[in-house]
């Protein structure tokens, strides 16, 4: 199984004009190798940007998508790995659910497909990240 980042399933439903093609194979690949995870903080996300919930459910069909509940464990690393990272003056721009969604990947054993290598690495050494190749 793999997580999901919600700025992947973005890309593909806005057409990002720079990320969907790699996004859009990326899901293709994961979905059709086995099960692929969200939770909460995914869903939220995603639902930011519709006016319904059937709107979102239609993005993220429970037939292609395993919707996890977030351990509390990952919120105790989560909140750990947010601490240390504000205590070593890290960006601001990595919030909490950023952290919620590395530490729940962790936590289940599971490959995280982001965009956003930089962060869960610092944040997550021991995480495995699927992401672009980096020039």
Known sequence: MV???ANVLLDVATRDPHWSDWSCRQ??????????????IVYGEIAFACSRIEDVDELLPAHLYDYR???REASFL??????????????HQMILPDFLIGAHALVE???LLTR????????????????????
């Open 78 to 91: 989560a909140a750990r790995a947010h601490a240390a990272c504000r205590e070593r003056g890290g960006s």
């Open 109 to 111: 054993g599971c490959a």
């Open 116 to 135: 956003d290598q930089r962060r869960y690495r610092q944040a997550f050494p021991g995480l495995k990240l699927i992401t672009p190749a980096v020039p």
């Open 27 to 40: 899901l293709v690949h994961w979905l059709n190798s086995g099960p692929v995870a969200i939770n909460a």
């Open 3 to 5: 997580f999901v980042d």
């Open 69 to 71: 509940p977030i351990p």
